[in-house]
């Protein structure tokens, strides 16, 4: 089954700002505009393509499969969000730009060339459920803390090598509450003599 919409949208995304490209079949014409990054804005520029173009549906196609704009989106029935992994925009403009200077709204334009092109290999957004939405939040948590209490446990290493080489030898782990206190107190220790 093959969908129609009345416009075709790609959106360059970034954190202060949105570069867009609309695309009207009906006329043929490209539109570019730059909206806001902030909810606000964002809620305006959907009610502005809601007065254009009623409830029919719209194409939207961003970089993105998750984050604050495709959040802001999905609350609309009539959007139809089109996720496209960024390092096919980059391998498109590369292929197709010799310069490959990387522009917003050429991005913006890419985006619908691709699903123009090639509908049946970019399909739409499917929301997760809040369950599966709040357990990658979590593991995604996670995996930031590891990699902070790695980085910290590295910087600590480091410093040790140079000022406390013994200790290392003694622990295998760095990051036990013991060898954090042995540390803690030697360094206290130093400080005070």
């Known amino acids: 089954m093959e969908r129609t919409f009345v ?8 954190d202060r700002k949105h570069d867009i490209c609309l695309y009207d079949p009906e006329s043929a014409q490209r539109e570019y505009s730059v909206i806001g990054a902030q909810p ?3 809620a305006n520029w959907v009610a502005t393509l809601q007065q254009r173009y009623g409830n029919s549906p719209i194409a939207i196609c961003l970089e993105q499969k998750r984050g604050p704009l495709i959040y802001a989106l999905c609350q609309y029935d009539n959007l139809v969000l089109f996720p496209i992994n960024p390092r096919t925009v980059s391998n498109y403009r590369r292929a197709f730009q010799p310069s490959r200077a990387k522009s917003d709204p050429v991005d913006a334009q890419i985006l619908i060339e691709l699903l123009l092109k090639h ?6 957004w499917q929301a997760a459920s809040c369950e599966l939405r709040a357990l990658r939040q979590w593991s995604e948590s ?4 590891v990699g902070e209490k790695v980085r910290l446990t590295n910087r600590i290493t480091a410093a040790l ?3 406390y080489p013994q200790v ?3 622990f295998e782990d760095k990051d036990t509450q013991v060898f954090c206190a042995l540390v803690w107190t030697n360094g206290e220790e130093e400080g005070s003599q």
């Open 7 to 14: 416009a075709y949208i790609g959106i360059d995304w970034s």
């Open 40 to 42: 606000q804005e964002i």
């Open 119 to 124: 509908p049946d290999k970019i399909p739409p």
């Open 142 to 145: 996670r995996r930031m803390l």
């Open 161 to 163: 090598k140079n000022f």
């Open 168 to 170: 290392l030898e003694w």
